[in-house]
């Protein structure tokens, strides 16, 4: 079998076009839209069982067994599993909030322990304590 890692932008995990230069997003990969050139992104044999036919490195098993995102999904600061395991804990293994992120304990679950600072002072209580309305 042919190695397909690559890293694609934002140094996410990828996977690897026949043509060895073309680095598909692990989560563009059997999204029913080629991104490859010639389609292997889309074949049968890799999307016809997910996540179970996918190569092991674009896959993040979330904490929950019945549940799984795609590896470029890991640390992207939403919740993508549901249980935010994809973004804390020692399963995700993520860097702390960079600096477009307030670290707070959101309320709103689409976030984990950060929210993005953009959202910050907008009127819209994203931190039980309030923090991104009186401090960030």
Aim: hydrophobic share 25%; charged share 20%.
């Amino acid at each position: 079998p042919v190695n397909r890692f690559c890293a694609a932008s934002n140094n996410r995990t990828g996977f690897l076009c026949d043509d060895r230069v073309t680095c598909v997003p692990a989560s563009q990969v059997c999204d029913r839209v080629s991104n490859c050139r010639r389609g292997e992104d889309e074949q049968e044999e890799l999307c016809g069982d997910l996540p179970r036919s996918l190569p092991a490195h674009l896959v993040f098993r979330c904490s929950n067994p019945a549940y799984w995102v795609y590896a470029d999904q890991r640390c992207n600061g939403v919740n993508d599993c549901g249980d935010c395991s994809d973004e804390t804990g020692s399963l995700a293994a993520c860097p702390p909030c960079g600096s477009e992120w307030w670290s707070c304990s959101p309320v709103l679950y689409e976030y984990c322990s950060c929210v993005p600072r953009r959202l910050c002072q907008d009127g819209i209580q994203h931190c039980h304590s309030w923090s991104d309305e009186y401090i960030c």
